[in-house]
């Protein structure tokens, strides 16, 4: 038996990828912010990521000044800080010192990247829709590394474990590798 799902909750059915902690401002000033709606919108160089972002956040204000942000990815072991960045505006406070993170320069861009993190990516806001509440902004990827043990090519979920927003204070995390045999040929 299947129910039906209130529209309004129907998100919650294909919540995106992996969760991210965008970094603005600059390595003097930085803010960082949790992010769930996030994805890639283009297999071909440049990579565009696309971030939906409420017109409310004070991450929107800080990138309209610069247009740059790096897009981070935390593990399980961020979860308190995941969630933190995602709770309380940097408005008025240093979110980094608060949550303990820090912050390390960026190659090609303003804002710092997240130590904490395994893998980073230095991204220039290169178009931005208008939309109702939240703005959807393109990133292109102007710089991308990750750390070799728990990347190669792709996540090891057996040595990192990404975290999935499944709303409230729930997450999910990938834990293991599966593989499809069969007929299929891989399409990107
Ligand atoms: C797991 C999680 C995912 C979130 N995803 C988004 C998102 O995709 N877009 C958005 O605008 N806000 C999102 N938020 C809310 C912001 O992270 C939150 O309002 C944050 O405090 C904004 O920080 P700032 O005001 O310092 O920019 C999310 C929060 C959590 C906990």
């Not at 294909?14 to 003097?28: A, F, M, Q």
């Not at 696309?50 to 017109?55: E, G």
């Not at 993170?101 to 710092?112: C, F, G, H, I, N």
């Not at 990750?146 to 979920?157: T, V």
Request: glycine letters at 6%; charged letters at 20%; proline letters at 6%.
């Amino acid at each position: 038996m299947k129910n039906e799902v209130e529209l309004s909750k129907a998100k919650w059915l294909v919540e995106p990828g992996c969760v991210v902690l965008v970094t603005t401002g600059t390595l003097e000033n930085p803010n960082v912010m949790t992010f769930s709606w996030q994805t890639p919108v283009n297999s071909a160089d440049p990579c565009l990521i696309l971030l939906a972002i409420s017109h409310v956040r004070h991450s929107y204000n800080l990138i309209k000044q610069n247009h740059e942000l790096v897009i981070n990815v935390p593990g399980e072991e961020l979860l308190e800080q995941t969630h933190f960045a995602g709770s309380i505006t940097g408005t008025h406070i240093n979110k980094f010192k608060e949550a303990g993170l820090t912050p390390v320069p960026a190659k090609t861009v303003a804002p710092p990247l997240i130590e904490q993190c395994p893998a980073h990516l230095e991204c220039r806001v290169a178009e931005i829709f208008k939309m109702q509440t939240h703005d959807l902004l393109v990133c292109e990827v102007l710089r991308a590394a990750a750390d070799a043990d728990m990347f190669d090519g792709k996540w090891l979920p057996e040595k990192f474990h990404t975290l999935h927003y499944l709303g409230g204070n729930y997450y999910g995390v990938m834990e293991r590798t599966i593989v499809a045999g069969g007929k299929a040929k891989t399409q990107k």
